[in-house]
C-alpha cells in the first residue's frame, strides 16, 4: 500500500521538556511542539517541565505510564517502584558524635536547583553560634569561585565509589539542600551510613524523614537549616545515637535488592494477568 493511502492513526503523545530555567510562561519550543502535534491530529495526552535531574525525569515518567495503564486499561493496582539504596556498598558501623562536630554535603555550584548555596550559608550561619563546625564536601568538580567553600573545610574530588561511605559516615549530619527533586538518593545513602540528614521538603525527603528520622525544613529556609545543626550538634552522645540509629533504620527499609523483587514481583503480575 502506497505512504499516501495509509490510513491515519491520531496518537495520544506526552511532550516533556527538560529545563533548569524554563516555566510554562517562556517555554516557547515545549509550545511548538504542542502545536505541531496538534496542527497534525494527534492529541496532547500531558506536557511537564522538570528539571535535568535523572531521578525526577524517572519519577514523571513512571507517573505517567502508571496514569495510562489506569485510564486506559483499567489497571487501577498499579505499583511505581521508588529508588533503593545498596546496603552492600553503603553502610557504617555504629559510632560516637564527633569531637568537632562536622556536617557533610554534596558541593554542585553548576546545579542551582541542588541548593549547595543554601546549605554552605546554613553552616555559615551555625558558626555564628558554634565557630569550630567542619564542612566535608565532595564532588566530580572542583569548587567555583561564585560559591567558594569556606575555612575548616575538607573537599574530595572525584572520589572512588567505594570511597564515598567513608565521607558520609565521617560526618555528624548530613546537608541536603535540594530546590527540587526527584528522589534524592544521597539521603539514602548517608541514612545508611548511620549519618542523621537535615533536608528540605523535596523528593523523598518528607517521607524518608517521617517519624523524627531527621530534620525537615523549608525550601530554601537558611535560618532552619542553620538551626538544625546546632540542634544535632548540642545533642547529647546518647542522642545522637538515637537519632543515628533512627536514620539507618529508614535506610534498612529501602534496600536496593527489596527494589528488585518489587519490580519482578511487578512484572509477574502483569504476566499472570
Not at 517555554?27 to 535535568?52: C, F, N, P, R, Y
Request: proline fraction near 5%; include cysteine.
Amino acid at each position: 500500500m502506497a505512504d499516501n493511502q495509509r490510513q491515519f492513526i491520531p496518537l495520544n503523545i506526552a511532550v516533556l521538556v527538560v529545563s533548569d530555567t524554563r516555566t510554562e510562561i517562556d517555554d516557547k519550543s515545549g509550545k511548538v511542539l504542542v502545536e505541531k502535534l496538534s496542527q497534525a491530529g494527534h492529541q496532547l495526552a500531558a506536557k511537564t517541565i522538570v528539571k535535568d535531574d535523572i531521578y525526577q525525569i524517572r519519577a514523571c515518567v513512571s507517573q505517567w505510564i502508571a496514569d495510562v495503564l489506569e485510564s486506559k486499561y483499567d489497571k487501577k493496582d498499579v505499583v511505581v517502584v521508588g529508588n533503593g539504596v545498596d546496603l552492600q556498598q553503603f553502610y557504617a558501623p555504629v559510632r560516637k558524635k564527633n569531637k568537632q562536630f562536622t556536617v557533610g554535603v554534596m558541593y554542585a555550584d553548576e546545579l542551582s536547583f541542588k541548593g549547595c548555596d543554601t546549605s554552605i550559608n546554613s553552616v555559615l550561619k551555625a558558626r555564628e553560634s558554634i565557630p569550630n563546625i567542619k564542612l566535608v564536601a565532595f564532588a566530580m568538580r572542583p569548587p567555583v569561585e561564585s560559591l567558594p567553600l569556606p575555612d575548616n573545610s575538607e573537599f574530595y574530588l572525584k572520589p572512588e565509589q567505594e570511597d564515598i561511605k567513608t565521607i558520609y559516615s565521617q560526618c555528624d549530619a548530613w546537608l541536603f539542600g535540594s530546590r527540587s527533586e526527584g528522589f534524592g538518593l544521597p539521603l539514602l545513602e548517608a541514612m545508611a551510613c548511620r549519618t542523621p540528614v537535615i533536608a528540605t521538603k523535596t523528593g523523598a525527603a518528607p517521607e524518608l524523614l517521617d517519624d523524627a528520622a531527621g530534620y525537615l525544613i523549608d525550601i530554601d529556609d537558611v535560618t532552619a537549616m542553620a538551626n538544625a545543626i546546632i540542634d544535632i550538634s548540642k545533642m547529647t552522645p546518647v542522642q545522637w545515637i538515637e537519632l543515628s540509629d533512627k536514620a539507618f533504620d529508614v535506610a534498612t527499609q529501602h534496600p536496593w535488592k527489596n527494589k528488585v523483587i518489587e519490580f519482578e514481583n511487578a512484572l509477574i503480575q502483569i504476566y499472570n494477568d
